[in-house]
């Protein structure tokens, strides 16, 4: 996605006023009434109307007349509010090139005064489309807990905890610097990510590197469940670093099991592809019994739980609260039936009150849980339900 940051510069104090009036709104409102923008945001003369036109013509509010006159935040909206915010804390001041188009995300440099480059991660949950959330949007559409933004506003918030957290304990993941709204912003890694590393001088102590830090993670209690070449970087010196992270469960999920054994999967499953490194071939033994390595060479989820720990204090502390993580956890649990009832749903008392952070955190669980999907399919931009958050800082 195109992130025209010049349009920052012509954007007035009147302008952000009522940007900021619109994410008002969403939080109630799928499409917020012009009315309710307008005494909001309480500009002098109409003024609301005509700054509504300009942030349509650079394309940070979507127009909508089909039920009444209103406007919803998009994207680049979203974006904008979150970057006037961290450039006015002093995070950074200049935004740089694009380093990635994540699944779910856009990737930013930004740069601060004493020319340090950080990354911004933009989260995206509405540019991936699955059947389970469709199912949902259709059901949710009334509800103010349906919502976008605060899909991708979770997403942020977890990813941020948890590097934290990660690097707190000596995890090679990139340093967790600020967030905002749906935005992350950490530190730049250097090198590539791994899928487009052709040769390595020491395949087979990347790969311990690499296999270690999943062991490692089990032993914490938890599994990053996206563990593939691309979401480890490596730089010229083969200095391993993971990100991404806004998926990953506890070693408590039903699936534990099988999360882990796919992330490990993977990484033997690419080292033997691309660096011809071999775990398959059969052995003797000291009897002179053949041994097959597949069978007793893989780590095993069974042992590794046995002695693991939860990162959940380290999380509080950085603001994914205990709550937060028992939720998850128990929502994560949840989900395996969810996905038989979504015929039922639509048929239920559309008045029935939601609790916005149990339906959301578990749409987000899902989402992340099927990203490996083969057969997502991208939403339309204009059909993304974006909606609204609560810090206006
Ligand atoms: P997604 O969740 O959308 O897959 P990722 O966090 O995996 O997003 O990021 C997508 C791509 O952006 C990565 O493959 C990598 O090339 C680049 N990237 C992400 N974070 C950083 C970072 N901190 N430093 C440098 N490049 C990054
Ligand atoms: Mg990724």
Known sequence: MKLDVNVLRYLSKDDFRVLTAVEMGMRNHEIVPCELIDRI???KHGGTYKVLKNLLKHKLVHHDASKYDGFRLTYLGYDFLAIKTLVNRGVFNGVGRQLGVGKESDIFEVIKEDGTVLAMKLHRLGRVSFRAVKAKRDYLRHRRSYNWLYL??????????????????????PQAVDCNRHCVIMSLVPGY????????????????????????????????????????MIDDDEKVTIIDFPQMVSVSHPNAQMYFDRDVECIYKFFAKRYNMSFEENENDSDGLEVEMEEVGRPQFSEIN????????????????????????KLIEGELEEHSDFDDEGTGDEDDEVDINDTNVKQLE????????????????????????????
Do not use: W
Request: charged residues 30%; aromatic residues 8%; proline residues 3%.
């Open 41 to 43: 945001a309480r500009l």
């Open 152 to 173: 991708s506003r979770l997403a942020a918030l977890k990813e941020f905890a948890f590097m934290k957290a990660l690097e707190e304990h000596g995890f090679p993941v």
């Open 193 to 232: 990510p791994l899928v487009q590393v052709k040769e390595l001088q020491n395949p087979d102590v990347v790969f311990e590197t690499i296999l270690g830090a999943v062991i490692r993670l089990a032993e914490y209690g938890l599994i990053h469940c996206d563990f593939n070449e691309f979401n480890i």
């Open 306 to 329: 046995k002695n693991s720990g939860f990162l959940d204090k380290e999380l509080a502390a950085s603001g994914f609260t205990k709550n937060d993580q028992q939720e998850l956890e």
């Open 366 to 393: 899902s989402l992340h849980l099927e990203k490996e999907d083969e057969n997502r399919q991208v939403v339309d931009e204009n059909d993304d339900n974006s909606q609204a958050v609560d810090d206006h800082d």
